[in-house]
């Protein structure tokens, strides 16, 4: 199986900032894509920050400009700098990554346990 691990979450003071974490492992022969959704208390799970094909990264409007997306991918590492943080920022950040376990497997999507942020003075 694939495991996804998040830390970094916690509380921030608005105008803050946090940094968000995540590492994939086990059975991964291709790890296609890593990216960043959320939820909070009585929302669906929005995109946060997920890279595009042709090499940008597509933000939600929400975000963009405040938080930013970068990847190691010889360590399986996607980071999320979280800047400006505002209370409307408070949510469950979920890890999610597209892996091809086995060449002759299709492409599947995993998703992290979820790392709380909470934005509050």
């Known amino acids: 199986q694939v495991q996804l691990v998040e830390s970094g979450g916690g509380l921030a003071q608005p105008g803050g900032s946090l940094q968000l974490s995540c590492t994939a492992s086990?059975?991964?022969?291709?790890?296609?894509?890593m990216g960043w959704y959320r939820q909070s208390p009585g929302k669906q799970r929005e995109l946060v920050a997920i890279?595009?094909?042709?090499?940008?990264?597509n933000y939600a409007d929400s975000v963009r400009g405040r938080f930013t997306l970068s990847r190691n991918n010889a360590e399986r590492t996607v980071w999320l700098q979280m800047s400006s943080l505002q209370p409307e920022d408070t949510a469950v950040y979920y890890c999610?990554?597209?892996?091809?376990?086995?060449?002759?497997?299709?492409?599947?999507?995993?998703w992290g346990p979820g790392t709380q942020v909470t934005v509050s003075s």
């Open positions: 999610y990554a597209d892996v091809q376990r086995r060449p002759d497997f299709g492409v599947e999507a995993f």
């Open positions: 086990g059975e991964i022969f291709m790890l296609l894509n």
């Open positions: 890279p595009t094909r042709d090499g940008w990264t």
